[in-house]
């Protein structure tokens, strides 16, 4: 079964919980979420000084068992480039480690993509290894970066 996560609030920001149906609508069908049952659907962020949406946050994968999960994120263009999807980010990990009990928060990065490589390394995240020939949504085998976090490095430096 599927839950949704409460609404989380950062200095600049407001994370929403987003129906997954408005967030494909939104984005077009090869949208962030993943329908497998018992994942939280992402946050839509909402800048605070315009309540305009300007991105997506959430988990895409979460294995319960393992106490492991990956994040997905997506901003628009006119917001990247100041830190507002690292303080987005901030707070879905916190949210992951706090409440969710996460032991370990993955995210896979295309090395064509070095915004998202200097985002996930600014929140703590250390690229640990490239995973080759990659499944994913409707596209073909695509090679990424590995980036990951452990609870352990979370409290030493979150």
């Given at each position: 079964?599927?839950?949704?996560?409460?609404?989380?609030?950062?200095?600049?920001?407001?994370?929403?919980?987003?129906?997954?149906?408005?967030?494909?609508?939104?984005?077009?069908?090869?949208?962030?979420?993943?329908?497998?049952?018992?994942?939280?659907?992402?946050?839509?962020?909402?800048?605070?000084?315009?309540?305009?949406?300007?991105?997506?946050?959430?988990?895409?994968?979460?294995?319960?068992?393992?106490?492991?999960?990956?994040?997905?994120?997506?901003?628009?263009?006119?917001?990247?480039?100041?830190?507002?999807?690292?303080?987005?980010?901030?707070?879905?990990?916190?949210?992951?480690?706090?409440?969710?009990?996460?032991?370990?928060?993955?995210?896979?990065?295309?090395?064509?993509?070095?915004?998202?490589?200097?985002?996930?390394?600014?929140?703590?995240?250390?690229?640990?290894?490239?995973?080759?020939?990659?499944?994913?949504?409707?596209?073909?085998p695509e090679t990424f970066h590995l980036y990951a976090i452990t609870r352990a490095d979370w409290l030493r430096t979150g």
């Amino acid at each position: 079964m599927s839950w949704t996560p409460p609404p989380l609030d950062t200095k600049r920001l407001h994370l929403r919980p987003q129906p997954i149906a408005s967030q494909e609508k939104a984005r077009g069908s090869n949208s962030l979420p993943n329908r497998r049952l018992g994942l939280p659907s992402n946050w839509q962020i909402f800048h605070k000084a315009t309540d305009k949406a300007i991105g997506f946050v959430g988990f895409i994968r979460w294995e319960r068992d393992t106490g492991c999960a990956e994040i997905g994120f997506w901003l628009e263009r006119a917001h990247r480039g100041q830190g507002l999807m690292a303080e987005a980010l901030r707070s879905v990990l916190a949210f992951g480690f706090n409440r969710m009990g996460l032991d370990r928060i993955e995210a896979l990065c295309q090395p064509s993509n070095p915004a998202s490589e200097r985002v996930l390394s600014r929140i703590g995240m250390q690229r640990e290894g490239i995973v080759r020939g990659h499944l994913h949504a409707k596209a073909e085998p695509e090679t990424f970066h590995l980036y990951a976090i452990t609870r352990a490095d979370w409290l030493r430096t979150g």
